[in-house]
């Protein structure tokens, strides 16, 4: 039972963020928003943004292992990474760990391997915070402003002190393996890292925003791009299965006033109706690009072919 209990309280936190959000949208209005929607363009959207956004994170992830010294041909990260995305449906770190797995089979030291997963996770939220916290600055606020720019504003603050920790390098922390290739990277791998990642960051708030204005939401632009990375951020936090839950309430909370209804209520249910739907679209072809790549990935698994020895990787990634 504590078993069944572990495997399923993330659905079950998702499903009462769910049910939380829905107290406030009347069921006859939700279900003739969903009734409504193209379907077929949304998911239609949602393949193709998932088709992207494997091409972006790959690339990402590939110039990341540059950073660290580490070469693999991108055909293999790209495979494998999405392969993955079958796991990023069960939680955003399995999904990482797999891709971890993947370096350890390829001639990485497992604690490296695991500090190499680290500064690929670091690096895509630290990213993230960067591209939001200037968003958010742009657009000035709007709902629960305050809030957010707080979080904000702490969550630079610590990404500053870890960058001054990895320029600091201190010796008890540096010379753990786990920690290693964080301290390996330095300031200039970060950073590569960090820019490598922007693109997959555009590709995910674009395809949000595109995928609003196919379901016939009138967002512009402009509010599309400064307001989508705050909804990136909360479907990415580790509470719920592929940001079950989470991502329908940053939705609700932050684009309910481009939603068509006479009163507040009736708009909650349409854009929970649409976030619903392209997170039930989004969850399928993300499977779909799981399954095709995976395969692919279990070939690799099988005969890893290392791209240089662990000795000469591990040296590469000190230089």
């Given at each position: 039972m504590l078993r069944l209990l572990r495997r399923l309280w993330p659905w079950l936190v998702g499903l009462a963020i769910l049910a939380a959000?829905?107290?406030?949208?009347?069921?006859?209005?939700?279900?003739?928003?969903?009734?409504?929607?193209?379907?077929?363009?949304?998911?239609l959207v949602n393949v193709a943004i998932n088709v992207a956004v494997l091409g972006s994170d790959s690339l990402a992830t590939w110039l990341a292992l540059i950073a660290l010294g580490l070469r693999r041909?991108?055909?293999h990260v790209l495979v494998v990474r999405g392969a993955t995305y079958l796991l990023f449906v069960v939680n955003y770190a399995v999904g990482q760990g797999g891709f971890g797995y993947y370096l350890y089979r390829s001639g990485v030291a497992a604690l490296r391997?695991?500090?190499i997963?680290?500064?690929?996770?670091?690096?895509?939220?630290?990213t993230l915070i960067v591209v939001t916290a200037v968003a958010w600055a742009i657009r000035g606020g709007g709902a629960a402003g305050t809030a957010m720019a707080w979080t904000l504003v702490g969550s630079c603050?610590?990404?500053?002190?870890?960058?001054?920790?990895?320029?600091?390098?201190?010796?008890?922390?540096?010379?753990l393996d786990v920690l290693a290739p964080l301290f390996d990277a330095g300031l200039r791998g970060h950073g590569l890292a960090m820019v490598g990642r922007l693109p997959h960051m555009v590709v995910i708030v674009l395809g949000h925003w595109v995928a609003m204005r196919v379901w016939g939401f009138d967002v512009p632009f402009a509010v599309g791009a400064t307001v989508m990375p705050a909804v990136v951020i909360v479907s990415v936090l580790p509470l719920s299965p592929a940001g079950l839950g989470t991502t329908q309430a940053a939705f609700v909370l932050f684009f309910r006033d481009y939603a068509p209804g006479a009163t507040d209520d009736q708009r909650?249910?349409?854009?929970?109706?649409?976030?619903?739907?392209?997170?039930?679209?989004?969850?399928?072809?993300s499977t779909a690009v799981g399954l095709v790549c995976a395969p692919f990935a279990r070939r690799?698994?099988?005969?890893?072919?290392?791209?240089?020895?662990?000795?000469?990787?591990?040296?590469?990634?000190?230089?």
């Open positions: 959000i829905a107290t406030r949208a009347p069921l006859a209005d939700f279900r003739g928003a969903i009734g409504r929607g193209p379907h077929l363009e949304l998911a041909p991108f055909r391997a695991t500090g997963t680290l500064f690929l996770i670091g690096t895509n939220f630290a603050a610590a990404f500053a002190i870890y960058l001054g920790i990895i320029a600091r390098r201190p010796g008890f922390l540096a010379r909650a249910a349409a854009i929970l109706a649409f976030a619903v739907v392209h997170f039930v679209y989004g969850v399928l072809a690799i698994a099988r005969d890893p072919a290392p791209a240089a020895p662990p000795a000469a990787a591990d040296h590469g990634a000190a230089r």
